[in-house]
């Protein structure tokens, strides 16, 4: 299990980089640096003037070994509480109060070995390129596949560096599903996750996964942890974050 605090601390928002059209990255400085496993989210509480409080959670995108900031990738949702202030709202050396790490189930490091199996969903790519960077970061060579999916070719959230990383050619495969676009890369896909995608890039692997994560919505994890099953992946081998809806 990884470690997790409860303590509330103020963090500086140091980096504002927009990823695709409706998620932007926000880089915070916690007054009190903490050290945390890829994989892992915090806790953000907004404080309205009247003491009314709104609290969610996002995953830490960035790898542990990249401090003293962290990345959090959040996509706004129309008529959002939190999301809109992040997007609408919070500039460059604002503080905000923060929390964490928490989450000790779904985290990986270089040490638990793979091969390491990552599917994810919108911003549910956010701890996932948390272990990517950590794993590229260590100069690991576990053999990885992540499966992306996204609406288009431009809502893929950090697709650059994720293509790069597939680049080094290290045992880092990208593989990306469109659900409203044309695949642009041999080897992609253009539809919704199922089954017999799953089967098709469980066979891309060198050896049966040892590590699966799952991030996304509740109906996405629930469609890729069954039909990992199916597959024959052992339940207990797959983590699941579930980002809620
Ligand atoms: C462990 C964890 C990690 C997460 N990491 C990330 C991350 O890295 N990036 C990210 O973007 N998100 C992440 N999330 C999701 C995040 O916590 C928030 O749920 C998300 O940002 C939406 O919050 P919000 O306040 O903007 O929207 P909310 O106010 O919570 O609203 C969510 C949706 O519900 C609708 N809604 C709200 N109230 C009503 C109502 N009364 N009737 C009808 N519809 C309504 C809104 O229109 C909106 O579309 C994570 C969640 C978890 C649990």
């Not at 893929?156 to 599903?177: C, H, N, S, W, Y």
């Not at 469109?178 to 041999?186: G, N, Q, V």
């Amino acid at each position: 299990m990884a470690s997790t605090s409860l303590h509330w601390q103020t963090a500086t928002i140091t980096r504002i980089v927009a990823r695709t059209p409706t998620v932007t990255s926000f880089f915070l400085r916690p007054a009190e640096p903490f050290g945390f496993r890829a994989g892992q989210h915090v806790d953000i509480r907004l404080v309205a003037p009247d003491g009314y409080e709104a609290r969610r959670a996002y995953s830490i995108a960035s790898a542990p070994e990249d401090g003293p900031w962290i990345e959090l990738a959040i996509e706004r949702l129309e008529s959002g509480e939190v999301s809109p202030f992040f997007h609408e709202v919070a500039a460059v050396g604002d503080e905000i109060e923060v929390r964490g790490p928490l989450g000790g189930h779904f985290v990986w490091s270089v040490e638990d070995g793979g091969p390491l199996l990552l599917i994810g969903a919108g911003s549910g790519v956010a701890p996932l390129m948390s272990m990517l960077r950590h794993r590229a970061g260590a100069g690991s060579t576990v053999p990885a596949l992540l499966l992306v999916s996204a609406r288009t070719w431009n809502d893929v959230i950090f697709r650059d560096e994720l293509l790069a990383l597939e680049g080094a050619k290290d045992g880092a495969q990208i593989v990306l599903t469109l659900t409203r676009d044309k695949p642009r890369r041999a080897g992609d896909f253009s539809r919704r996750l199922d089954a017999a995608m799953l089967a098709e890039v469980l066979a891309r692997l060198p050896d049966p996964p040892q590590r699966t994560f799952i991030c996304g919505s509740n109906a996405f994890v629930d469609t890729a942890a069954d039909a990992l099953v199916a597959a024959g992946v052992a339940p207990q081998d797959i983590r699941a974050e579930r980002y809620g809806v």
